[in-house]
């Protein structure tokens, strides 16, 4: 197969990370961007050294020597933009969540097989080292039989984050174009994704899901405290979400940062960090017969999460495999939110069972 030539769709803020697996790739290319914007999608023609851009996403579809797309769009035009993409023959990258509703991850699943192209919902914190190596713990049995993860996120002051517009951030806090909440339904898909990652699907789920005020008319979904029990064995899982609004966060990246510990019947992992750097010393910490063990030599940078994401679709593209998240994985972490959100709203607890359109 010659060089694969993939179109942006969407060329916003996060694109700077997708966009790192091209950079220098003897095997594909950033051939098209495609933008709202003119000024945006021009700019990063240059800057990545495209051969063209668009405004308008149908055109790049139609243009024949585009063989993939990276969708990098606010996620009310992802069920849309994805199964035009898939029907005009393009393998699908979207960045995450899925979708708004079960209806529009159904249409785009069934898409997919139609197609037969490759369709995969970028989840890159399951690609991150830290993540990674935690995983292979688990699953070496370092630390006996899972029984519990613990989850924590924490927003900061946006002054020391990543610049970010406001009309890039205003669409997050409109329930019809986010589907949700900025915390719980769009950054959270994350959190849903890795604690199924780690443990496996899920049975029942409890929320409380709190809105502040942030200004200017807007409201982010948090504090948050979402507790759940997971299918297999007595695993049962916890997660808050707090914004700490004065609080400085080292980060390159958003002003957030997060912390995953895992408890087995025989010892406990500590994952120390992923979108920041809050915390110094080693990423992963494994504790086991009295000893502690650090690793503190992984990679934990979160722009290699995006790097070994995109290079495992482009492999997986070449190989005529599935990566993850194929279309049914990321459904069922949909239907995960979803019912967490609807705990939230009801205050009871949901079964994912129970979520449908």
């Known amino acids: 197969m010659d060089k694969l030539r993939v179109g942006f769709v969407g060329a916003g803020r996060i694109a700077d990370l997708h966009a790192l697996v091209y950079r220098d790739?003897?095997?594909?290319e950033i051939y098209a961007v495609c933008d709202s914007q003119e000024e945006v999608a021009r700019q990063r023609v240059q800057e990545w050294g495209a051969k063209t851009w668009f405004n308008d996403y149908r055109e790049l579809l139609r243009d024949g020597a585009v063989d993939?797309?990276?969708?990098?769009?606010?996620?009310?035009l992802h069920a849309e933009m994805t199964i035009a993409a898939l029907e005009a023959g393009k393998h699908v990258s979207l960045q995450k969540?899925?979708?708004?509703?079960?209806?529009?991850?159904?249409?785009?699943?069934?898409?997919a097989q139609r197609s037969g192209k490759l369709f995969r919902v970028c989840e890159n914190f399951r690609y991150y080292p830290p993540f990674v190596k935690a995983k292979e713990l688990l699953d070496e049995g370092a630390i006996g039989?899972?029984?519990?993860?613990?989850?924590?996120?924490?927003?900061?002051?946006?002054?020391?984050?990543?610049p970010v517009s406001a009309e890039a951030w205003r669409w997050r806090f409109t329930e019809t174009e986010c589907g949700g909440g900025p915390a719980i339904f769009?950054?959270?898909?994350?959190?849903?994704?890795?604690?199924?990652?780690?443990?496996?699907?899920?049975?029942?789920?409890?929320?409380?899901?709190?809105?502040?005020?942030?200004g200017r008319a807007l409201a982010s979904d948090f504090p948050a405290v979402i507790i759940w029990k997971h299918r297999e064995s007595m695993r049962y899982g916890s997660w808050e979400t707090v914004g700490s609004p004065e609080l400085m966060i080292r980060s390159k990246y958003y002003a957030s940062d997060e912390w995953v510990e895992i408890t087995g019947s025989k010892g406990v992992i500590w994952i120390n960090r992923c979108s920041g750097m809050m915390l110094e010393g080693p990423p992963l910490v494994l504790y086991r017969?009295?000893?502690?063990?650090?690793?503190?030599?992984?990679?934990?940078?979160?722009?290699?999460?995006f790097v070994h994401a995109g290079r495992d679709f482009l492999a997986a593209?070449?190989?005529?495999?599935?990566?993850?998240?194929?279309?049914?994985?990321?459904?069922?972490?949909?239907?995960?939110?979803?019912?967490?959100?609807?705990?939230?709203?009801?205050?009871?607890?949901?079964?994912?069972?129970?979520?449908?359109?």
């Open 145 to 162: 039989e899972p029984l519990s993860i613990r989850v924590k996120v924490i927003y900061g002051s946006p002054q020391f984050g990543w």
């Open 317 to 357: 593209i070449r190989e005529g495999r599935h990566c993850s998240l194929t279309g049914s994985e990321a459904r069922e972490i949909l239907q995960f939110s979803l019912a967490a959100h609807r705990s939230a709203r009801e205050g009871r607890e949901v079964r994912p069972e129970e979520m449908t359109d």
């Open 68 to 76: 993939a797309v990276e969708i990098l769009t606010p996620h009310h």
């Open 186 to 214: 769009d950054h959270g898909y994350h959190i849903f994704s890795i604690v199924m990652y780690f443990l496996g699907p899920v049975e029942k789920v409890f929320a409380w899901i709190e809105w502040r005020e942030m």
């Open 289 to 305: 017969d009295g000893e502690t063990r650090s690793f503190d030599t992984l990679e934990s940078d979160w722009g290699v999460s």
């Open 25 to 28: 790739n003897p095997e594909a």
């Open 97 to 111: 969540p899925m979708a708004i509703n079960l209806s529009e991850a159904d249409a785009m699943i069934a898409a």
